[in-house]
């Protein structure tokens, strides 16, 4: 299993990268080289990773190379029934974009929680955060208010201070 951090070139993308001045701008988990699975504007669902990948630049790629062929797979299938279908949370969308907007023309740090975040909705930093608690990894806390290149460097920085904003 592996956690990708891509960018595209559709606006939404473009502009995540704008606001945050990184080169990340999503996140996604793929499986067996073979299945990815996302949390985008339409929702959560599981594809072929080679037609994302033809879709996506890969920006960073952070490797769990220690699972097993039947954990890999017993851990896509929980996914596939806990969250493949849910919807995207346009909510946490809006406000991770007005905060950025914010921060971006006036250092306005974020607040502690994303106040328009739906519990029925995934950004696609949870989804990935939920599948690494699956596997036991201390993932980030308030992932929904954190860029796909801060969601990057707390997992591969551990020792540093896991916020939204540095």
Not at 15 to 31: D, K, N, Q
């Amino acid at each position: 299993m592996k956690v990708v951090f891509t960018r595209n070139k559709w606006p939404v993308s473009r502009l995540i990268c704008w606001l945050s001045g990184e080169r990340m701008s999503h996140v996604a988990v793929v499986f067996e080289d073979a299945l990815v699975f996302q949390s985008n504007l339409f929702g959560v669902s599981v594809g072929w990773w080679s037609e994302f990948k033809a879709a996506h630049h890969v920006v960073a790629v952070v490797d769990y190379p220690h699972l097993g062929e039947e954990c890999e797979k017993k851990l896509y299938h929980a996914v596939i029934d806990r969250f493949v279908g849910r919807r995207y949370d346009f909510g946490a969308l809006i406000y991770l974009l007005w905060r950025g907007l914010r921060w971006k023309f006036f250092k306005t740090r974020l607040p502690k929680e994303n106040r328009l975040g739906s519990p029925g909705g995934l950004l696609c930093t949870e989804l990935a955060a939920v599948v690494l608690e699956a596997l036991g990894v201390d993932a980030p806390d308030n992932v929904d208010l954190m860029s796909p290149e801060r969601f990057f460097r707390a997992l591969t920085q551990p020792n540093q201070k896991k916020e939204a904003i540095s």
